[in-house]
């Protein structure tokens, strides 16, 4: 079965549910090694957590964020 045939198998047949369940599986089935992630990135990653390293109070506790996340934007 060709890439094109599972998609459009799985576009037509499966539920929405089932959909973000198989793009999740898909997701986690890769490894760090699997993905080629670009300098760029990797350096901003570098410069966010020498930030933190410097101001731990300055970040926002998890459950603050997510609930700023689902606050609903006018």
């Given at each position: 079965m060709t890439k094109?045939?599972?998609r459009d198998e799985a576009l037509t047949r499966l539920s929405p549910q089932e959909r973000v369940d198989l793009a999740v599986e898909l997701w986690e089935s890769l490894?760090?090694?699997d993905l080629d992630v670009p300098d760029w990135h990797l350096a901003i990653v570098r410069e966010r957590l020498e930030e933190h390293r410097r101001?731990?109070?300055?970040?926002l506790?998890?459950?603050e964020l997510l609930a700023w996340?689902?606050?609903p934007r006018a």
């Open positions: 094109a045939e599972i490894g760090p090694e101001d731990p109070d300055g970040a506790p998890g459950e996340l689902r606050k």
